[in-house]
């Protein structure tokens, strides 16, 4: 439990409320995936835009659960935000995508969704 991400700060937010904490866990498993893949979607069209909001949409996210990696999320936010066409951004992207891979599949077992 909690190998590829963090409840500390969940647990200090939801006030120890095991049924928040449970439907914190239930709503990333509803929007970061889904963001995940529009995310990697975007950046394979070059849609800068796009790549930009789901990125953006990710964080707050990403960062409450801890997953360690929102500093290359911030980097592909800002690869799209500033269209940085002269940038290879796939490997910060890749680094998120197994992120949140596994942070979703470990949230499954761990609260059993």
């Given amino acids: 439990m909690e190998l590829h991400y963090k409840l ?14 449970a439907a914190l866990a239930e709503a990333f498993l509803e929007e ?32 409450l659960f801890e997953l360690g990696v929102l500093d290359k999320l911030i980097e592909v936010q800002d690869w799209g935000k500033f269209t940085q066409t002269d940038v290879d951004i796939t490997e910060q992207l890749e680094i998120v995508l197994s992120a949140v891979e596994k942070a979703s599949a470990e949230m499954k077992s761990d609260f059993k969704l």
């Avoid at 963001?35 to 849609?47: F, G, H, P, Y």
Wanted: charged fraction near 35%; avoid cysteine.
């Fill in 8 to 21: 500390f700060r969940v647990r200090e937010l939801a006030d120890n409320d095991e049924s928040f904490i």
């Fill in 32 to 63: 970061v995936p889904e963001d995940a893949e529009r995310l990697k979607k975007a950046v394979a069209e070059n849609n800068y835009q796009e790549a930009y909001q789901a990125a953006h949409k990710m964080k707050p996210t990403v960062d």
